[in-house]
């Protein structure tokens, strides 16, 4: 059975930091990309970062030089590192994890956590 479980979210002031975790288990973690999403009351959800088997991350621009992902295959868990938090950073944050072989594609979510950015 395949789990990603978030955690790290809480309410933070502008200007903060919180540090995310999902860890992964029932997947070959390593194989995977990892990325992190978030859906704000009356929005879509939108892709905050996603980061590849080897390390490579990429951002969204609404994040970039702020938020930080990571992975760690070993521990079968990958990151992200909030800095200079907005209150339009406040959304529920959701990992998810992809893997793609040939036509077979596997597709699997955390159930996500809440961050709150608010004075």
């Known amino acids: 059975q395949v789990q990603l479980v978030e955690s790290g979210g809480g309410l933070v002031q502008p200007g903060g930091s919180l540090r995310l975790s999902c860890a992964a288990s029932g997947i070959i973690f390593s194989l995977y990309t990892m990325g992190w999403y978030r859906q704000a009351p009356g929005k879509q959800r939108e892709l905050v970062a996603t980061?590849?088997?080897?390390?490579?991350?990429n951002y969204a621009d609404s994040v970039k030089g702020r938020f930080t992902a990571s992975r760690d295959n070993a521990k079968n868990t990958v990151y992200l590192q909030m800095n200079s938090l907005k209150p339009e950073d406040t959304a529920v944050y959701y990992c998810?994890?992809?893997?793609?072989?040939?036509?077979?594609?596997?597709?699997?979510w955390g159930q996500g956590t809440q961050v709150t950015v608010s004075s």
């Open positions: 998810r994890s992809t893997y793609r072989l040939y036509s077979a594609e596997y597709d699997y």
């Open positions: 980061i590849l088997r080897e390390g490579t991350a």
